[in-house]
């Protein structure tokens, strides 16, 4: 059995299956002998490692990499999904992916669809030009949509997000060869699309920021509220924004060749004190 560790999305169900292939192999391989060659102290770090109930440390990092025999390319691989899976904080983990998707651009691995799906949500343009071509003058251009977007996204940036749109399957050719929105069913990291998310929405929020600057106020609409409420409302207020957003979702999105304009509609609801629950008790 010939493991391909760019087939691999969680480094432990690598080692499950570099273990059971190893055993089918030779009878007599077992976690104390992986350990005895790597140069591990435990025989059995292996195999709480594949359990979940350890992780591997930056210490202990080369002794895996020893263990498995791994080649240079296949151990920076190898120690970006370590880092990857068991990372926790949002900017770490989203610096190994990104470290992890520059290996899926030169091999085919099992990160591909994720980090095209990463580069359509984690970049606010990709998005607005899915929805450009129900415009009733779209134009399938990089100039003529780089203007369109009032010349923050380059003729390059424009080009490629068509490609990858199309790629992905979020856009599609009809029957009069024109594009036309589709949407394809893609099975990606929770991991990925969280990071994504984070990044669209960061972006979105600084957009929403230039315009007060860069737009007359008929052009936009930028309110708030600042209210006191109580903990057990916050939910309630949640899913009453949500209700709100799939209301002017349902009422006014338009189909192909019916739109006029793209426009992004923010939602922020946030805590602007500490949360009552995390308030040290009084006596």
Known sequence: MNLEIYKYKNYREYLKDFYTSKKSNNKQYSYAVFSRRAGLNSPNYLKRVMDGT???THKNLRNFISGLGLQKKEASYFENLVMFNQSEGKSTKDYYFGELKKTSEKTESAFQLDAAFYDYLSHWYFVAIREMVNLKDFEED???ISKQLKGKVTK????KALELLIKLGFLSRGENGKLIQTFPKIKYLNEVKNLAVQKFHKQMMALAKESIDQEQTQSRDITGVTLCVRENDFQEMKEEIQAFR?????KFSVTQG???KVVQVNFQLFSLT?????L????
């Open 246 to 250: 799939d209301q002017l979702n349902s």
């Open 156 to 159: 390059s940036q424009a080009k």
């Open 54 to 56: 350890r992780n591997i």
């Open 258 to 260: 019916e739109g006029e």
């Open 280 to 283: 040290p008790h009084e006596k």
């Open 274 to 278: 500490k949360n009552r629950k995390e």
């Open 142 to 144: 990089a100039s003529w």
